[in-house]
């Protein structure tokens, strides 16, 4: 019963994180400042209710800092109503089907293997909730939604919610042409912008709620500066339906200091969001582009393989996701196997592909140059042109150089 044997594992993990290259496209790293607020007071407390109308009492100073979270993420996302409490995507989520649907109402949504999250199916929240889903049909070559073939479909089911968002997502998807088919049969558009919330408040990606969405949802440590957590942000006509959805309806404490860290986060992407959020789209394009010159099957090459802070490719001649993705870390190469359109949902211990995201190593100060040496990195080891060891020391000699947090008021040490 030692404590130190947690710390020791912590600094072994910390270690290995200095040494490797981070590709997950669901992680980043936040600044000291956010990380600050972890440890403070706020973790001990409870603010079950609304800022002024609490059930404890204690929360004086907790209201000023959740209502100025909420103040940032409106003026953030120009949203006239922000919910600031859920604690984590899949909550946001689950809070927007009870206050979008009534049990047993049909939802469109994209398919586990054409990049839709799993919260969005049966066995997740929209199941927890009792919704029939039905897919949208979907374009291979164009990674999006086949907008013609939804028209059609939704005529014939006349589902009560489109959801769009995705967790694998490469391009802007239809939200004005979705909008145009609710209003004809009289369904609502919701939008889970877990993936791409940092790209929008950056203005490198619409804003979903300004194309036409009733509802946007959205975890704030992807692509978002922020603590594991989540935030709604929605139309007017939508904020009691929320608030009473998110409390009592899912979220009982908030975990008020992480949303303390989420405050801080959301002045960083104001002050430094549009820089990082353009050079997020630069690096993701520029690891695609140098992938499919070294003869990778990228995905999404008739529209310029990305627009967001994601690549996707198929691995299959490499022996698939796992395997690649496996040989990979061993290098010091962190990146997930992934589910491709083409895939049996059953076959997601073994995927055809992998994906990337360049979000943190963005965040660490890396640009087209260091994105094009992991690309030559990853080759490396794929085509076994150097063996693992030495491509583990490349990698090593390339992120000391990258283990400071940037985008920020006070640079610090990543790991």
Known sequence: MDPSIVYKIIEKHNEMRKESIPLIASENVTSLLVRKCYLSDFGHRYAEGKVGNRYYEGCKYIDEVENLAIELTKKLFDAEHANVQPISGVVANMAAFFALTNVGDKIMVISVPCGGHISHEKVSAAGLRGLEIYHYPFNFEEMNIDVGETEKLAKKI??????????????????????????EIGAKVMFDASHVLGLIAGKSYPNPLKEGADVVTGSTHKTFFGPQRAIIYCKSEFSDRIDRAVFPGVVSNHHLNTLAGYTIAAMEMLNFGETYAKQVVKNSKALAERLFELGYKVLGEKRGFTETHQVAVDVREF??????????????????????????????????????????????????????????????????KKSLAKVREEVRELKKNFNTVKFTFEECEAY
């Open 158 to 183: 006349e589902p009560k919610l489109f959801v769009l968002g995705s967790s694998l997502i490469l391009f802007r998807q239809p939200v004005k042409e979705i909008r145009q088919i609710a209003d």
């Open 319 to 384: 022996g698939g996701g796992k395997i690649v993705s496996k040989k990979l870390e061993s290098a010091g190469i962190i990146l997930n196997k992934n589910l491709l359109p083409w895939d049996d949902v059953r076959k997601v211990d073994d995927p055809s592909g992998i994906r990337m995201g360049v979000q943190e190593v963005t965040r660490l100060g890396m640009k087209e140059g260091e994105i094009e040496k992991i690309a030559d990195l990853i080759d490396f080891v794929l085509r076994d």
